[in-house]
């Protein structure tokens, strides 16, 4: 499974980034800390040893671009993950790769399946559709702390959610540079359910401070029928379990959800393998933005502005076309 991709915490002047969470980290993960920490009481100690070494000699590395490798994205077991679903990319509009983007990725779900696919594997053709751009995913910057598997997030091209990462890829990577970031977080994940489309915008303004900063244009996707992938116990605001929820979510920093989707043998099972069902990706038009270094509260709430109704015309002029009906509305809070 992907791993969840996030924003980054909303703090001081910046306020409006989502907390940043992972509902759904790999087994790898765990798996590997005790590998490596076994390690240390065997004859094969100095793997761990040199690891250890390394780590700390690159320890910076997430923060300025990763290492991505692109034999990585053609692996092929990437198409049977994109065919599971399936998963599909449309364009709308072209970029430039004379320009950097921040691609608002919408909504997040349970596992941000159509962001991961789209963005980090090349199954769906995102290179084909869109020549010269090169694309990222931010996702919670203590993956990176993970053994192992911060190689593995590097390898996909992801890239943690701070300011510094994504300052790196907008300024000093050249242009062509595109970074997706789910704006809604792991807060919007807890609204996840199928037949209503919640997002979590309307107060999360940081992501246009640091395009207006940068002056990298902004870009709404939205994936449609990220929310069909799993059934989620969706408890009412003001009930202990809620409050539990968003308790946990300030202290660790991602949700805990209650959710299912279909069993191994059977898919009239219940288990933890999501749902097949299609996820159409649509990329939107790109909202100009200028550069400006220093931009006041009125700029950041112009932009935002504007790409809240880009956001809402893509979803409107799709919604038909790919599973929903013309009465479905996208609610923003």
Not at 78 to 105: A, E
Not at 238 to 251: D, E, L, T, Y
Not at 269 to 278: D, E, H, I, T
Not at 293 to 313: A, C, F, I, N, T
């Amino acid at each position: 499974m992907p791993p969840c991709a996030h924003c980054w915490p909303c703090h001081g002047p910046h306020r409006g980034m989502s907390v940043p969470g992972c509902s759904s980290l790999p087994c790898s993960s765990p798996v590997t800390l005790v590998l490596l920490l076994y390690l240390v009481f065997t004859r094969f100690w100095p793997i761990s040893a040199l690891y250890l070494a390394w780590v700390i000699f690159d320890w910076d590395t997430p923060e300025k671009g990763g290492r991505r490798l692109p034999c990585l994205r053609r692996w092929s077991v990437w198409r049977h993950f994109r065919d599971y679903f399936p998963v599909k990319l449309v364009k709308t509009h072209d970029l430039s790769p004379g320009h950097n983007y921040i691609i608002g990725s919408h909504p997040h779900g349970i596992l941000c399946v159509g962001a991961f696919c789209n963005f980090i594997t090349g199954s769906t053709g995102f290179s084909e559709l869109f020549p010269g751009i090169r694309p990222f995913l931010t996702t919670l910057a203590g993956n990176f702390r993970l053994p192992l598997f911060r190689e593995y997030l590097m390898s996909g091209g992801l890239c943690p959610v701070t300011r510094r990462a994504i300052g790196h890829l907008l300024s000093r990577n050249g242009t062509g540079n595109a970074v997706a970031i789910v704006i809604g977080g792991a807060a919007e994940s807890l609204s996840c359910s199928p037949g209503v489309t919640t997002l979590i915008l309307k107060n999360r303004k940081g992501f246009v401070r640091m395009a207006l900063q940068h002056g990298a244009f902004l870009v709404p996707s939205f994936s449609f029928g990220e929310n069909e992938l799993f059934r989620q116990v969706v408890f009412e605001e003001g009930s202990w379990m809620r409050a539990v929820q968003q308790r946990f979510q300030k202290m660790m920093g991602f949700a805990p959800c209650v959710f299912y989707g279909r069993g191994i043998t059977s898919v009239r099972s219940r288990g933890f393998l999501p749902y097949a069902r299609p996820i159409t990706t649509v990329v939107g038009e790109p909202v100009t933005v200028p550069k400006i270094e220093e931009p006041s509260s009125e700029e950041v709430d112009l932009y935002h502005g504007m790409y809240v109704r880009s956001l809402l015309k893509l979803f409107n002029d799709n919604k038909t076309k790919y599973g929903l009906s013309e009465g479905d509305e996208l609610r923003i809070v």
